[in-house]
Each structure stands twice: as C-alpha cells, then as structure tokens.
C-alpha cells in the first residue's frame, strides 16, 4: 500500500531522515535573505522560512501544529535563532501576508473563483457516467460497490 505522503495529498512523514530534512528544509542563502528582508522578528522570521519550505516540499500551508518538532528546530537552527523562538504570529493579516508572499515567490496565482470554475469544468468533464472504483474497505471485504444495496 502507498504511504500517505506520496499520495496527492501529501503530509509530513513521521520519520525523516537527516539527507530528507536537509534537502527540503534547510533554507538557501537566498531564501534566508529573502525571508530576512520581508520580517521584523525572530518569531516572522522562522514563521515565514517553515511557510516558504514546507510549501515548497508539500505544495500547501499546514497548520502549524501538523508542522513536526524536528522542522521548527531544524530550521530554526539553520537561522541561527536562539532556542526558545517559535513561530509565531501576532496577527492572522500576518499570516495572510505571509502567503501571500510565498506564494509570489513560488510563481503561484492565488484565485479561489478560478480555482472553482476549473474544479466545476472537470467535475462536468470527468464523472458523468463513469463507475468509481470501490473504496478500500470495500475491495477488503467484498462488499457493495457505490449504488448496490
């Protein structure tokens, strides 16, 4: 069976190893600058750094509390911030702007009625018609399939 993290909705391993935490959270020179120029304190600075890696790795914003301990002092440590800072924000328009940022950064568009439309267009395209695969505890248990009784 596929791990969760290499599905279409991709998540934090529970185990990663020092090669996979430093190829996709340790910060570049130029990220680092970018985030320090863009932030006021130690607490925007590592906020915004996890934004920018872990969209990168993921391609979305987690929660900060799916964020795992070992990120947030990884990344921590590559900023060489003291121990005790954490990422945090003052404001949720901070943390919008944040985003925002990374998105621009990244080259990503951030437009919810497009989203929709192209989301309703392949919903019309796609469905119609067509039988949906049983679910996994279906196939498991030899049970119905959607629309048998």
């Given amino acids: 069976m596929t791990s969760i993290e290499r599905t279409a909705y991709p998540r934090f391993k529970r185990l990663m190893s020092a090669r996979e935490m430093h190829v996709f959270f340790t910060p570049k020179r130029e990220e680092i600058e ?12 590592l906020a915004l750094a996890l934004a920018l890696k872990c969209y990168q790795k993921l ?12 990120v947030v002092e990884h990344v921590r440590g590559a900023l060489e911030l003291p121990e005790g800072t954490g990422p945090h924000y003052e404001s949720a328009n901070t943390a919008k ?13 951030y437009d919810q009625e497009r989203a929709r439309q192209i989301a309703v267009e392949a919903i019309r395209r796609g469905g119609a018609g067509e039988e949906q695969p049983a679910g996994p505890d279906q196939r498991r248990a030899g049970g119905a399939g959607p629309g048998d009784l």
């Avoid at 970018?34 to 006021?40: L, N």
């Avoid at 702007?97 to 568009?109: A, F, M, N, T």
């Fill in 34 to 45: 970018w985030v320090q120029e863009r932030t006021r304190s130690g607490e925007h600075l």
């Fill in 59 to 70: 391609g979305y914003f987690p929660k900060a509390a799916e964020v795992p301990g070992t």
């Fill in 97 to 109: 702007l944040h985003r925002k940022l990374v998105r621009e950064r990244q080259g990503i568009s």
